[in-house]
Structures are given as structure tokens and as C-alpha cells.
């Protein structure tokens, strides 16, 4: 079974930086597509970021040039470097995995941003 175990969250003040990471196991890392998702309390989860197993990369508008999402097919991980971050940043931050129809999940790691 996939396992991807997502790391670097943790409380910063508003015009802060974090990098997320996220590790896989037990899968063919370089043939997934990967991505960032987000859920604030009480909303949606949201797409964020996603880089595909050839490495093209796409933002949600909400944070395009201030987040920088990144892989290591030798570490099999990838990143998301966050800078600027704002309040409205503030979610639990889930990795994905997806190969044709099937994704997988990390547990989540919080950000939370302070005004």
C-alpha cells in the first residue's frame, strides 16, 4: 500500500515561510503524478499545487508566486515551499498521489499563520 508521510508544518507569523515535505513508500514514485492539497476548518478541501511525474507544475491562482512545489525523484519526496504566507493560508495541508484513477493520501500536516 502507498504511504506518503508529510512533514514542516507548524505555527509562523504572516509574511512567514515553511517547506512542506512529503515522503513516498512502497510505490513507483516516478510515474505518479503528485500534489498539494489544503482544507481550512469548516471549508472544502482545495487543490493547491500539483507536479506531474514529467515534472510540469501548476498553482491554484491563490497562491501562484508565493508557493514553489518541487520533487527529489532520488529521495522520492516532494516539497512546497511557502512564503509569504498569509492568515487565509492557515489549513491542514495533505499530499496526494494519483496514478490514472487512484489516489492516495498522506495524514496532513497543519499550518497555521498568524496575523
Known amino acids: 500500500q502507498v504511504q506518503l508521510v508529510e512533514s514542516g508544518g507548524g505555527l509562523v507569523q504572516a509574511g512567514g515561510s515553511l517547506r512542506l515535505s512529503c515522503t513516498a513508500s512502497?510505490?513507483?514514485?516516478?510515474?505518479?503524478?503528485m500534489g498539494w492539497y489544503r482544507q481550512a476548518p469548516g471549508k472544502q478541501r482545495e487543490w493547491v499545487a500539483a507536479?506531474?511525474?514529467?515534472?510540469?507544475?501548476n498553482y491554484a491562482d491563490s497562491v501562484k508566486g508565493r508557493f514553489t512545489m518541487s520533487r527529489d525523484y532520488a529521495k522520492k519526496t516532494v516539497y512546497l515551499q511557502m512564503n509569504s504566507l498569509k492568515p487565509e493560508d492557515t489549513a491542514v495541508y495533505y499530499c496526494?498521489?494519483?496514478?490514472?484513477?487512484?489516489?492516495?493520501w498522506g495524514q496532513g500536516t497543519q499550518v497555521t499563520v498568524s496575523s
Open positions: 512502497r510505490m513507483i514514485f516516478e510515474i505518479y503524478d
Open positions: 496526494n498521489a494519483r496514478l490514472h484513477l487512484n489516489h492516495y
Open positions: 507536479i506531474t511525474s514529467g515534472g510540469s507544475i
